[in-house]
């Protein structure tokens, strides 16, 4: 698109001095205060802002009308909405006199899925527009998918509406007003305004955007929406230099690997030796504890993202699984008083919803596995509640785990090889706990700092079967994929007075426990 030219056609300078009237008066839309039509002069179209026929006589309304006027014609950018004048039009009254964008709203371009190309266009157009208005000391306050155009010429965003626009020297609201799902908790509260606002609105909009493939984009949308508005980036500049450097460094580790991998191949005359070396690696722990080389994230359909942990040769999820849907957008029930060895529920560590952030969601065994048969198979190709690309690890899959950590010395305590439960148990959360048996001092709730030497994480969720007793801060208790018989099913367990890894066969599948995923092979 030729920045210069506006998407309803060339505009002359005659075009905008001359009086002529308004024809062809269209309503586009009508708000509480202001109505949006569109009409014709000199063969073009234009979109007119009044108010409504109860306000033209209202001296306030009017004076918003002209600052909002004011504020608008200051900006000259290709990816803002022009404003050419303020008339006073025999129809309608008191108007500005807008540039007709042929267009629709961002929430009807991402329902024709476009691709990730058009996606990202449109992020950095959003953003370049946002550097532009804030370097004129310009706030939005009301970026929202039904503010943003996409020309239907070219696919390129246009930002409309400043209503509830504010400046330094101008402001034509200066109350907490906007859309809530998009209004920064500082706007929520009726607080002094600056740029990082419209960033959490903006952060909001990339997180509908992009899909979990946008790694960049996504961990820009996370880094905007941070409730305290200083961890958030200061300007848009910060966000599109942020994704620049990331890319940048992603690149220089993947360089970084390249280079270790010719070097492999040059040492080896054969490519299966350089890959049975690199499975070597992994089986003897070189590579425990870091994130997962091809997939150090994961986002569940919920938008919830996970760090992973590589393991021997598996990759697993670091965190409790917390997303309250199927991958598919089939919800999970979630009902603190119902329990079932057949039906679908979810529920809250310890009773209390404000564990899930740290704990996730407890599911019973339906739940975990959704719709899909039971598999004691390696891997077990279960999806269940995982999401996209990950499954529901069988109770062999929890068993290679154990004999990964249980072969590796440091993960070992009192040289018994079932003594792993520290290596695997958060270094946080667990109840203290101390005996005079020797072995029990290897316990997760004895010396936590000891804890964790894979970086599997285990965190002490509990469970939930009903009553007060769900040992909640005691054990951490994971779902398999395997079955024992139709109301029993088989979960591996940490315990903050055990040393061991457990597994318990005869578990009631209405119970909630947590969910950790593998990642597919």
């Not at 007119?48 to 009017?62: G, I, N, Q, T």
């Not at 600056?194 to 960049?216: K, Q, S, T």
């Not at 048996?437 to 700092?449: N, V």
Request: hydrophobic content about 35%.
């Amino acid at each position: 698109m030729n920045d210069n030219i506006s998407t309803s056609g060339k505009v002359t300078a005659d075009d905008l001095e001359l009086s002529d009237v308004f024809t062809g008066h269209v309503l586009l839309a009508e708000g509480a205060v202001n109505v949006l039509y569109k009409a014709r002069r000199k063969g073009q179209w234009f979109v007119l802002k009044a108010l409504r026929p109860e306000f033209r006589d209202d001296l306030v309304r009017r004076e918003l009308l002209a600052r909002e006027f004011q504020l608008g014609k200051r900006m000259d950018h290709p990816n803002i909405v022009r404003f050419f004048s303020l008339e006073n039009d025999k129809v309608i009254g008191d108007c500005i006199v807008m540039e007709y964008v042929d267009g629709v709203t961002l929430a009807d371009f991402l329902k024709t899925r476009p691709s990730l190309a058009a996606r990202k266009r449109v992020a950095r157009q959003l953003m370049e527009a946002m550097r532009y208005f804030h370097g004129l000391q310009i706030i939005h306050r009301d970026l929202k998918p039904s503010n943003i155009l996409i020309t239907r010429n070219g696919g390129n965003m246009k930002i409309i509406d400043f209503g509830l626009a504010d400046s330094d020297d101008s402001a034509v609201l200066k109350q907490p007003v906007g859309s809530p799902k998009y209004m920064s908790p500082e706007q929520q509260a009726g607080e002094t305004l600056d740029g990082r606002a419209d960033l959490y609105a903006a952060g909001a909009i990339l997180r509908e955007m992009m899909p979990a493939g946008a790694f960049f984009w996504r961990g820009a949308a996370r880094r905007c929406t941070r409730a305290d508005r200083k961890a958030r980036p200061d300007t848009a500049d910060d966000v599109l230099t942020g994704i620049r450097r990331r890319k940048m460094a992603l690149v220089a580790t993947l360089l970084l690997l390249l280079v270790s991998g010719l070097a492999v191949l040059w040492l080896r005359s054969h490519r299966a030796d350089a890959e049975a070396m690199l499975q070597a690696r992994f089986r003897a722990g070189e590579f425990d504890g870091r994130p997962c080389p091809d997939a150090p994230t994961v986002t569940d359909i919920d938008g919830n993202t996970y760090t992973t942990v590589q393991i021997g040769c598996q990759c697993w999820m670091r965190e409790n699984l917390r997303t309250t849907r199927y991958a598919d957008g089939t919800p999970v029930p979630i009902d603190t008083a119902k329990y079932s060895d057949s039906e679908s529920y979810r529920y809250y560590p310890n009773h209390d919803k404000r564990n899930v952030a740290v704990y996730g969601y407890l599911y019973n065994w339906s739940a975990a596995i959704g719709r899909e048969s039971p598999s004691d198979a390696n891997p077990s190709g279960v999806q269940g509640v995982c999401p996209d690309g990950w499954h529901l690890p069988s109770v062999p899959e929890f068993n290679d785990l154990e004999s990964h950590v249980s072969s590796i010395d440091r993960y070992v305590c009192d040289n018994e090889g079932s003594h792993i439960g520290k290596a695997l148990a958060d270094t946080s959360s667990w109840d203290d706990f101390s005996s005079e048996e020797a072995h029990l001092l290897h316990s997760p709730g004895h010396d936590r700092t000891t804890n964790n030497a894979t970086g599997f994480s285990a965190l002490p969720a509990g469970d939930v079967i009903g009553g007060p007793e769900n040992y909640f801060h005691q054990s951490a208790y994971f779902w398999t994929s395997t079955e024992y018989s139709t109301y029993k099913a088989p979960y591996r367990y940490v315990d903050h007075d055990m040393p061991v890894f457990g597994i318990y066969h005869g578990s009631l599948k209405r119970t909630g426990r947590s969910v950790r995923c593998v990642k597919n092979r």
